[in-house]
């Protein structure tokens, strides 16, 4: 993530990079309605860059969907927390202080120490509104230069989905209640060889198949529960 006026050398050199300027051309093209998707691969960048494409994204909260595919580092943590987003199993979100390179004697030094300070808590809003955390808790996790896999992330409700979880988790959610259990496949199985074992039984034999299949149907519902 780099200012607008530093993208012409990245693009000298071939260089992957984004900008503000990118953000905000790909938005003007979008049409009322579209959804627009972010991938985030990124070590992050400068931090009011990262704030400003944040702010460019959160204009557009509704419409927009982010995923984090790679890593999504420092300032780009802060890009991704402007709405909905889903992180790869095997991707990384790093969030940390903000940091500088300034040299000068004690005065500067103790200016510079509070010009971070409240850089920090800047910050640290995007992810207090992201996941619903305080401030101590977001500032904390930002003292500690905190890596977090995806499990992690959605633990703290920095993201909103694991990219690839299978659907029977949300299936599980739609049909779970007290009293009901879908049929375990181990379940399934076992009835149905022996539906297969007795295919040639004759009518009487049917029904005490039938009867019997019942019966192990409900042991196996008693021991789901």
């Known amino acids: 993530m780099i200012p607008n006026s530093y993208k012409w050398y990245y693009d ?5 990079s984004t900008c503000p300027r990118d953000v905000q051309s790909i938005l003007d093209a979008v049409q009322q309605g579209d959804e627009v998707e972010v991938y985030i691969n990124s070590p992050g960048g400068v931090i009011d860059v990262g704030s400003e494409i944040y702010t460019l994204l959160k204009t557009q909260k509704e419409n927009i969907k982010i995923y984090i595919t790679g890593e999504a580092c420092s300032a780009a943590s802060i890009a991704a927390m402007a709405g909905y987003c ?4 095997t991707a990384l979100m790093m969030v940390h202080c903000v940091s500088s390179g300034i040299n000068g004697n004690h005065k500067a030094m103790e200016h510079m120490g509070e010009v971070l300070r409240t ?3 800047a910050l640290c809003t995007a992810y207090m509104d992201k996941a619903g955390m305080s401030e101590e808790e977001a500032l904390e996790m930002m003292e500690h230069e905190t890596w977090l896999t995806a499990q992690q992330a959605k633990e703290k409700g920095l993201i909103d989905k694991i990219m690839f979880q299978e659907q029977e988790e949300d299936m599980a959610q739609l049909v779970n209640g007290i009293s009901f259990r879908l049929p375990t496949k181990g379940q399934l199985e076992k009835v149905k060889n022996l539906m297969n074992n007795n295919t040639s039984e004759s009518s009487s034999g049917k029904k005490m198949l039938l009867m019997q299949t019942k019966f ?4 196996m519902r008693g021991e789901q529960r």
Do not use: I, V
């Open 119 to 121: 850089a920090d808590k």
């Open 12 to 16: 000298f050199f071939g260089e992957d």
């Open 216 to 219: 192990n149907y409900l042991k």
């Open 86 to 89: 889903e992180m790869s199993p």
